[in-house]
């Protein structure tokens, strides 16, 4: 069991289960990207021990960026303009690969789709290491998933509760709880305007 700020867990997913998803979406992506060079994205701060995972198991040319999904109000009458931080060259005409830590109602993707196509990639995948299918709310297709797991609150290997929990090696679940009604908490002095996961 560890302790979290006021919230316990109990141990969920091992270390062995871990790096069979890793295993599975890396030969997944080799087989479809190898000879593409892909530009990956990294969601931060969730994906990066995942991401550093995949990529590292990548046999081809690939170039690597780590993002952050940003939003913030527009002065115009389009409302919220959103971006990804961090991309260091154009994404236009790429074959781009998204790695994020976890898929839950599918808001984030949908914001990180309606922002690749606005750069008109030439194509994109979306590769998560953890799927939540009772929670998923869109149509979206989520390409290559390292296991779906139900809807409880998880922290671990990248996933945090309230900022702390990143470096657990193996993930665990709130304890005693469905996630039904838990305030997801952003990182100390993240407010209106950024959203980071
Ligand atoms: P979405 O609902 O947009 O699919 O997921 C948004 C974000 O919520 C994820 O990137 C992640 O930061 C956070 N999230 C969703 N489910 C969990 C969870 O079980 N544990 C943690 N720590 N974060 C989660
Ligand atoms: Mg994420
Ligand atoms: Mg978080």
Redesign the pocket.
Known sequence: MVQLHDLKFTPFISEAEINAGIEKVAAQINADFGDKTPVFLG?LN?AFLFASEVIKRFKGDCEVNFVKLSSYEGTGTTGNVESLMGITSPLKGRNVVVI??????????ESIDKILKREEVNQYKIATL?Y?PA??KKSLPIDYVGMEIPN????GYG???NGL?RNLTQVYKLKNSK?TNIV?FGPPGAGKGTQA?
Do not use: A, R
């Not at 409880?152 to 922290?155: E, L, S």
């Open positions: 969601v969730g994020e830590d976890i898929v839950d109602t599918g808001n984030t993707l953890f939540k929670s998923y409880d609150f998880i922290v996933l945090d509760y929990g996630m997801l996961s």
